[in-house]
């Protein structure tokens, strides 16, 4: 029995040491702007996104979610809306949420949708939001993940597509 716990605890802390060693190397890569890092940093998720978990994949910088990225709202471990888009020191700035209903476009700030009718700014929101989805793309695919990237291919496609 001492040498199953004993076991267990020992396969516990290697656990615990891969994961810090992971945090670490996820912090050092935000520190250094590396693109898409999966380290924790401070964002504001669009107002109506106050029920859900929500998952940052951007640049951080000075711990903030800043520059092109992607931001997904989960309930039940499902995505149900998707930010593609820029942040500026946190906040999305210019982008496109993608919701079951449709789309959001446009410039954000204080996390709602400024309300405005200027095409152009629409226009900038589906090209920063298919920049965002293609870096996330590749980025997973340099991962390995070639069935998440493909998906994030497909939307960036989608987003390109919604002004022709």
Known sequence: MARFALMAFAR???RSLAMAAAAAACN????AGTPFSVAPCDFKAPDQWGEYS???AG????GKAEGLGVLRAYRDGQVQQIYFGRFVQGEPSF??????????AGRFKNGKLVDNEE???????FRAG???????????KRNGNASSARFYQEKAHKLATQME
């Open 12 to 14: 516990a802390a290697a």
């Open 28 to 31: 050092l890569a935000a520190a």
């Open 95 to 104: 982008g496109v949420i993608d919701h079951p209903e449709g789309f959001i």
């Open 119 to 125: 095409r152009q700014d629409v226009i900038s929101a």
């Open 54 to 56: 929500v998952r940052w």
């Open 130 to 140: 298919e920049a965002a989805a293609l870096a996330f793309a590749q980025q997973l």
């Open 59 to 62: 640049t951080c910088a000075n």
